[in-house]
Structure formats: C-alpha cells, structure tokens
C-alpha cells in the first residue's frame, strides 16, 4: 500500500513539465546523493543519457537545463527563476559544471548530454542515466524513471515513495475511501487530514498546505500581469495579462486581496465568471511555460485546472479562508493519489487524460465537496469530469508545453466546474459509472493508446505545424 501524501501530488517546482523538468532534476539530485557518498571530489567525468520521450522532447520540455541545474545542487522550490539562462550560458561557455556546488569537472552539455531518440527503456517511456567516472578508473551507472507529476524512481526499486507509514485509513481506490467516510462520517478531506496526521502534526500539515495555495496564488498573480512572448520559438504571446486588464477595466489595486476585489465587484454574470476562470488557468501555464515557479498539481503540464477552479471558489463562492483553502487542496490531492495509484499521471505513459482529465477530476471533486456535496457526489464529480476526458493525447507541438497544453488548461478547469455542478444536481447514489471504473477505464485506454500521442511530440496537432524540435 503506497502511502501518498497531499505534498507528494502538490509540490512546487519550476515549469514547464513535472515528468520532463522536475523528475530529471530531482532524479539528478539523487544521482548527486550518491556521488556524495562515494566522493565527490574523486569525480573525473559525467555523462547523462535521455531515452525515449525524455530525449524526443527533452529539449522544449527544458529536460537538459534541469539536469544540470540538479548536478549543481539546486534545488527547484528555492532557485532562482532569473539565474536559469545565466547559469547554463555559463556552463556551456566554459564547458565547466560544479556538482553539488562543491566540485569543478569538464562538462560540455552538448557533448555529455545525450539525447537518444530511438532509444526506450522498458519500464517507462521517461529514463534517464547517469555515467560516472572517477580518478581512479572507477565507473557508476545509475538509471532513473521520472514516472509522472515529479515521481522518481530509481532502477530497482518498487515505486518512487516509501509505502512503510501505516495510515489510519488506507486508499487504494476510491471504494475504500467511500468506506473510510462512511466509517467515519467525516468529508473525504476530514478522512486525508487524519492520514496525514500521521505523517506529521496537524499544524505542520497545514502550513504545508497554505504555503501550497500561496505559491499557487502568486503564480496566478504573476501570470495575470505579464505580457509578451513565451520563450521556444512558437511564437505564442500570452494572454492572462491583455483579459485582466480588459476586465479589472482600470481599477485600482496593488497587491492580490485587493485584486480580488476588484474582481468581484465585477459581478457574476456566466460569461464574466466563465472568462475570469480562463483568465486564471492561461495565467498559471503561461507561468509554466516561461519557466517560472509552479505547483504540480498533478502535474506542471496540468497546473492551472485547480488552482483556477479553487480561485472561482474564492473569488465567485465565498471560500476565501485558510480552513476552506486546506479542505479544496486535501480533497483534490487524494483524488489525484486515486489516479496515480490505478491508472498513471505521465502524459508519456497515458497520454493528456493523465494529466488535465486527472487534474479535472481532482478540481471537481474538490470543489462538490466545498459547495455541500455530499462524497457520493464528490466522487461523482470527478467521475464526470474524467470521463468527457478519457483518450485525450498529448500532442505537443514543438514538443513545448505550449499548443495545446496551455489552453487545455481552461478547459479541464470549466470542465470541474460542469461536472460539480452536475453531481450537485444529481442524487446520491445513482450514478451508473463509478470513479473506480472509470480509473480502470482511463489506464486500458493508456495502454491501447499510439505511442505517437504519448508526449513524443510525433502524433496530432504536433505534426500540423512546420516546427521542428531543433528549432523550439
């Protein structure tokens, strides 16, 4: 029973891609670990192998320039988003990498990183290797899966979390979470809190969370008030900042409560609330896309849905307090761990309904529960919303995370609002497919899927436009 925790689904990282940015990174800071152990200062050479969709798109997806951010010890949550250029034109200029900060060797990324396009290991579609040398003629190799939302594992072991913890109230599908609600007569975010209580203090767990929600609000703040041109040659311009500035109509403000309520004292008519709620999910992944701070949610390429349906609670439903912010997050989070648990959340294994159906389904249920519904219903709702997602491909052009990526977003986020209305409307218990079955239904669509719609940039809308992986 892998133990899943709301900080492992949630993470806060740089964009644009959790399984092709952040998983490279932090499996480049395990590889580091490693080096440490065995000396790092004896280190002579490294060389780093991408295999199969890491290498097909590794370059749009900024694969390369998270591994060697990783080898130089810097961390995702903490970097400097302004340093990323500056430090790689260093590197390759030089041809020099410092690992872990500490140790100079000879590195030149065009050379030491391999990009093997038709090469696939067969456990997942997204491994890595990394090759050591040191002074005394020793070599290691260590292989590593970045498997989906920034979950790393390494060659050899089980899965990519330690499943050791005994929580009060194992989930594996949602069945046993329905059971554990019922047992308990708690929400389903009642029953996550009372697992991760015991994984940490309540106290901790809920700093955890808000820091959460501050990342993914200022990621949306940021992303509303920036124009211009996305980097990777596709020429996308952004378009958050020209919507709010249509829409806020001139009003005054200077910080994000203050935003918010000027957004509110625009009304709540359908279209206003339908263009604010795409307004925030464009926000988020142009955000991703530009390389900026992000939390996976479940993924970097999914990133928008729910923090853009948790602002519609805040904004049009009156959910702005702590206590109803932690609620949204640990009910989102545990649907997401269902998914990951009985199907996948790595657009390279299922294609997009791993990512912005996961995130749709995770944001709709989320939501039922914050507006009354019953569990019943919140499963429902994420059963919804997955279902008018099932076989989506990831078909990204230029293999960046750009067309169609960012505008999916809004729609996996209007999506949740749908199907949480539509549980809403329905009574309990009559729904006649169930989120199990419809998890189940998710991966046999994973495995029957076309490899070229698997986030290899090979397949749809990727291959409709005159754009090459060399020129993105």
């Known amino acids: 029973m892998e133990s899943i ?33 065995k000396g790092i200062s004896n280190v002579s050479s490294v060389r780093v192998l991408l295999y199969g969709s890491l290498a097909k798109t590794g370059k749009g997806h900024g694969t390369d320039v998270a591994v060697l951010l990783g080898l130089c010890g810097e961390d995702p949550v903490t970097f400097d988003i302004n340093q990323i250029t500056p430090r790689i034109e260093q590197i390759t200029t030089t041809q020099k990498l410092l690992l872990n ?17 038709d090469e696939s290991l067969p456990y997942h579609p997204n491994a890595l290797t990394f090759l050591c040398s040191f ?13 989906g939302g920034g979950f790393v594992v390494k060659e050899g072991e089980e899965n990519g979390h330690d499943g050791h913890v005994r929580l009060p109230y194992p989930i594996e599908k949602a069945e046993d979470l329905e059971a554990a609600c019922e047992k308990t007569q708690l929400s389903i975010s009642g029953v996550v809190m009372e697992n991760e209580n015991a994984l940490r203090s309540p106290e901790e767990t809920r ?18 008030h920036i124009g211009g041109e996305l980097p990777g040659g596709l020429q996308v311009q952004r378009r958050a900042d020209a919507i709010n500035t249509r829409l806020t109509e001139g009003k005054p403000y200077h910080n994000f409560d203050q935003w918010l309520d000027v957004i509110r004292s625009g009304g709540q008519s359908f279209i206003y609330t339908l263009d604010w709620v795409s307004c925030f999910a464009l926000a988020v992944n142009e955000e991703n896309a530009a390389f900026s701070r992000v939390v996976t949610a479940p993924t970097n390429g999914a990133a928008g849905v729910v923090p853009a349906v948790l602002l519609y609670y805040i904004a049009f439903c009156d959910g702005y307090t702590d206590d109803k912010i932690i609620r949204f997050l640990l009910t989102a989070s545990e649907i997401g761990s269902i998914f990951k648990k009985g199907a996948t959340l790595s657009a390279a294994m299922g294609g997009c309904q791993a990512e912005i159906g996961v995130s749709s389904s995770m944001a709709a249920a989320a939501l039922t529960e914050s507006l009354g519904g019953t569990v019943e219903q919140c499963l429902q709702a994420a059963e919804i919303a997955m279902e008018h997602h099932l076989g989506l491909t990831c078909d990204p052009v230029g293999g960046l995370v750009q067309v169609p990526c960012i505008e999916r977003n809004t729609m996996g986020a209007i999506k949740a609002i749908t199907a949480s209305q539509l549980a809403l409307q329905s009574t309990s218990g009559h729904a006649r497919i169930s989120l199990d079955t419809v998890v189940n239904t998710m991966w046999e669509t994973a495995l029957d899927m076309n490899h070229k719609y698997k986030e290899t940039a090979e397949g749809g809308l990727a291959v409709q436009l005159p754009i090459s992986l060399s020129e993105c």
Request: negative net charge; contains cysteine; proline residues 4%.
């Open 135 to 147: 002074n005394n003629g020793d070599e290691i190799a260590e292989t590593y899966y970045s498997i």
């Open 207 to 224: 700093a955890g969370v808000l820091k959460l929600w501050h990342a993914m609000r200022d990621c949306i703040y940021r992303g509303c």
């Open 5 to 37: 925790s709301v900080f492992d689904i949630f993470k806060i990282g740089i964009g644009p891609s959790s399984s092709h940015t952040l998983g490279p990174w932090r499996a480049a800071e395990r590889f580091i670990a490693t080096l440490e152990a």
């Open 101 to 117: 900060g500490v140790h100079q060797i000879t590195f030149d990324p065009a050379h030491d990183v391999v990009f093997l396009y």
